[in-house]
């Protein structure tokens, strides 16, 4: 069994991400042909919910089976003070990622920014589109994309190496946002690393997709404005949501600190 374990371990990521594309090329099927209607939005939403199952069971009951390592992970939902913790600090996340996106693409060429507005189809679509972005696929992406890939390593370095290269091959999934997606899905792998709990990364990916919808509605009332290239995928937000940003970063910071104080001192003799 030892034997088995050492040659199929450093293969885990490449299965894995073979399982992830098939997984979202599954989910996607239902509106692959751009038909974003109720109906075929929720056959999706449906799809998604069972490839979270199966990825589930995967996860915690066949994988531990075969990697012991994968066994000292958690999958306890933090406190509702830690999550809403992540949730502030996700939006600054978004905020800095465009702007790097930005000055990156623009070393290699330029880039056309164009304000975003919607017509009432495009919007209803998209936010169709967004019950599956926020709620569905970051539990699908970071079960597949994180869990299942780096909980057989035992060894910081190792687990640190298999999160660099699915961010790689996680970008490469995104196509058009391949900077903004490796980037955010190495900042979920070094969480769950951290952490050892994969909640964290998903309250994370949730947050940033979220915040996406947000923002979006926003622009479309009015209250604000919105930069956006669609190749690459890049977010440019007005002053005001950037300073709300970094509010509310600086007391999800807070929070995070004084749970992290308080949990020490719980766990003082």
């Given at each position: 069994?030892?034997?088995?374990?050492?040659?199929?371990?450093?293969?885990?990521?490449?299965?894995?991400?073979?399982?992830?594309?098939?997984?979202?090329?599954?989910?996607?099927?239902?509106?692959?042909?751009?038909?974003?209607?109720?109906?075929?939005?929720?056959?999706?939403?449906?799809?998604?919910?069972?490839?979270?199952?199966?990825?589930?069971?995967?996860?915690?009951?066949?994988?531990?089976?075969?990697?012991?390592?994968?066994?000292?992970?958690?999958?306890?939902?933090?406190?509702?003070?830690?999550?809403?913790?992540?949730?502030?600090?996700?939006?600054?996340?978004?905020?800095?990622?465009?702007?790097?996106?930005?000055?990156?693409?623009?070393?290699?060429?330029?880039?056309?920014?164009?304000?975003?507005?919607?017509?009432?189809?495009?919007?209803?679509?998209?936010?169709?589109?967004?019950?599956?972005?926020?709620?569905?696929?970051?539990?699908?992406?970071?079960l597949c994309f994180r869990q299942l890939?780096?909980?057989?390593?035992?060894?910081?370095?190792?687990?640190?190496?298999?999160?660099?290269?699915?961010?790689?091959?996680?970008?490469?999934?995104?196509?058009?946002?391949?900077?903004?997606?490796?980037?955010?899905?190495?900042?979920?792998?070094?969480?769950?690393?951290?952490?050892?709990?994969?909640?964290?990364?998903?309250?994370?990916?949730?947050?940033?997709?979220?915040?996406?919808?947000?923002?979006?509605?926003?622009?479309?009332?009015?209250?604000?404005e919105l930069r956006m290239s669609s190749?690459?995928?890049?977010?440019?937000?007005?002053?005001?949501?950037?300073?709300?940003?970094?509010?509310?970063?600086?007391?999800?910071?807070?929070m995070l600190k004084k749970t992290s104080?308080?949990?020490?001192?719980?766990?003082?003799?």
């Open positions: 069994m030892d034997t088995f374990r050492r040659i199929l371990k450093p293969v885990v990521p490449i299965l894995v991400t073979i399982y992830g594309f098939l997984l979202i090329y599954v989910t996607a099927l239902p509106t692959a042909d751009g038909n974003f209607t109720l109906g075929r939005e929720a056959l999706s939403w449906m799809f998604t919910l069972a490839a979270i199952g199966l990825t589930y069971i995967i996860a915690y009951w066949l994988e531990p089976k075969v990697f012991p390592e994968a066994k000292q992970l958690s999958m306890n939902l933090p406190k509702l003070t830690v999550v809403v913790g992540l949730l502030l600090l996700a939006p600054l996340w978004l905020v800095v990622e465009g702007y790097f996106v930005y000055g990156l693409t623009s070393l290699i060429h330029s880039v056309r920014l164009e304000h975003i507005t919607y017509n009432p189809d495009e919007l209803r679509e998209d936010l169709l589109a967004c019950v599956h972005a926020v709620l569905l696929a970051p539990v699908l992406e970071e890939a780096i909980s057989p390593f035992r060894q910081r370095k190792s687990k640190i190496i298999v999160c660099v290269v699915m961010a790689f091959l996680f970008g490469i999934l995104h196509v058009r946002n391949f900077i903004g997606a490796s980037l955010g899905a190495m900042l979920f792998g070094l969480v769950f690393i951290w952490t050892r709990n994969i909640w964290y990364a998903i309250i994370l990916h949730m947050s940033r997709n979220l915040t996406i919808t947000l923002v979006v509605i926003y622009c479309v009332l009015g209250l604000g190749t690459p995928v890049i977010y440019l937000f007005d002053a005001k949501v950037v300073f709300a940003a970094v509010v509310m970063a600086v007391i999800g910071f807070i104080q308080n949990r020490s001192v719980n766990l003082e003799p």
